[in-house]
């Protein structure tokens, strides 16, 4: 876990490009949302970055800021203050949603926004747009995509496994469950719901 950032970003946040001032980008709750689930923090808010064995070795720093999300350079043994790790982080989150706002069709709650970036972060915006939530938010289903953050259409869990880097027998990559990564799942679905249930 984290602890609280010194300097906290804007709990107003940026207006959405795509959608308006209805929209937040980059706001103190999606920042401190993500902060919650990856981790890399001391107790001051600094970090320094390391090799992420769940990301296959990615270097990391701070609360998940890897070479996907950022350009500056990560530097595994680098200590980097609470002051980057905030102004690093809240930049690189408000790109992803950049990037994320394109794929909604209609202007999703907030609560819904802040989820799927929470997901896309974790994943790839690219997989968050692709997913079936996805395509249930754009058919204007909120809390149907809400819960395909976390389970199938069946009720098992997905997005909540990493590749082994082992093969099956049947050529494609074997997977094993992460507990934390469910947990997170289940947490971005109620996030989630906050925005659409009364």
């Not at 690219?126 to 809400?146: D, I, K, P, R, V």
Request: with cysteine; charged share 20%.
């Amino acid at each position: 876990m984290t602890a609280a950032s010194p300097t906290p970003p804007s709990r107003k946040g940026t207006p959405s490009k795509k959608f308006g001032p209805g929209l937040l980008l980059g706001t103190a709750a999606v920042v401190a949302f993500i902060g919650i689930w990856e981790g890399g923090k001391n107790r001051d808010g600094s970090s320094v970055a390391y090799v992420d064995k769940l990301a296959g070795g990615l270097p990391t720093v701070c609360a998940g800021l890897t070479r996907h999300v950022t350009t500056t350079p990560i530097v595994v043994g680098q200590r980097w203050s609470a002051e980057k790790c905030l102004a690093e982080e809240q930049k690189a989150i408000t790109t992803v949603q950049l990037q994320l706002e394109q794929c909604f069709r209609t202007m999703p709650p907030q609560s819904v926004f802040d989820a799927a970036t929470s997901h896309a972060w974790n994943n790839g915006v690219s997989a968050t747009c692709n997913s079936l939530a996805m395509q249930a938010w754009n058919a204007g289903n909120w809390e149907l995509g809400c819960r395909r953050l976390a389970f199938s259409d069946g009720g098992s869990r997905v997005w909540s496994y990493v590749k082994t880097g082992k093969m099956l027998p049947n050529g494609k990559p074997e997977y094993r469950f992460v507990q934390g990564l469910a947990n997170r799942r289940e947490a971005e679905y109620h996030l989630c719901l906050t925005g659409i249930r009364p």
